[in-house]
């Protein structure tokens, strides 16, 4: 009887190098994880961000009965719309925009590597820009130069998401605008 393809049993015929590879192989993936492609970890990061929620003000926590109370963050009517949906619509209150723009920059300064950090700096900036393009307000106390810069720089990164690029340079050319009326009042 000869044995199937499919049988464990099977001699794969390997010399001890084919072995010797293929266990060095599994046993260093992790290195080879980070080194795979940091930006596509950053895409991820920040698709997961957008799609995500703000947090649930304690204040709102405690008005909710206290059956609510463990899930509200999984409440939509609670803890409201994605913050890429926030973050892009030009009738997001500018409360909303401030909350978002504080609550990138302190998970961002509390990042544990920098694909972490740059993919909260991205969404920080984007508050900064939905203020400055829908409010005509400044929520940054970054010169007009340096925002400008920011911005177009963020349009230069491969893994921002496209529609945050365009965005980005619309930010980009309004904070060259102030800079120049800026320039001309002195």
């Known amino acids: ?101 504080d609550f990138a920059k302190e998970l961002g300064t509390a990042a544990t590597s920098k694909v972490e950090s740059d993919a909260f700096l991205v969404l920080y900036y984007a508050a900064i820009a939905n203020a400055i393009l829908f409010h005509d307000v400044k929520i940054s106390k970054h010169s007009w130069m340096d925002l400008a810069q920011y911005f177009r720089s963020l349009t230069e990164r491969t893994w921002v998401l496209p529609e945050l690029k365009s965005f980005f340079l619309k930010a980009h050319e309004y904070c060259q605008d102030a800079e120049g009326k800026a320039a001309d009042s002195l």
Request: a negative charge; zero cysteines; glycine letters at 4%.
């Open 1 to 101: 009887m000869t044995e199937q393809a499919d049988s464990p049993k099977q001699d794969l015929s390997l010399t001890s190098e084919h072995k010797t590879r293929l266990l060095s192989l599994g046993l260093s993936p992790a290195e080879d994880l980070e080194d795979v492609d940091e930006d596509e970890r950053r895409t991820d990061i920040l698709y997961d961000m957008l799609a995500g929620t703000l947090p649930v003000s304690p204040l709102t926590k405690d008005a909710l009965p206290p059956l609510l109370r463990g899930q509200s963050e999984s409440l939509s009517s609670v803890a409201g719309q994605p913050i890429g949906e926030l973050v892009q619509n030009p009738h997001t209150d500018i409360s909303a925009i401030r909350r978002i723009k």
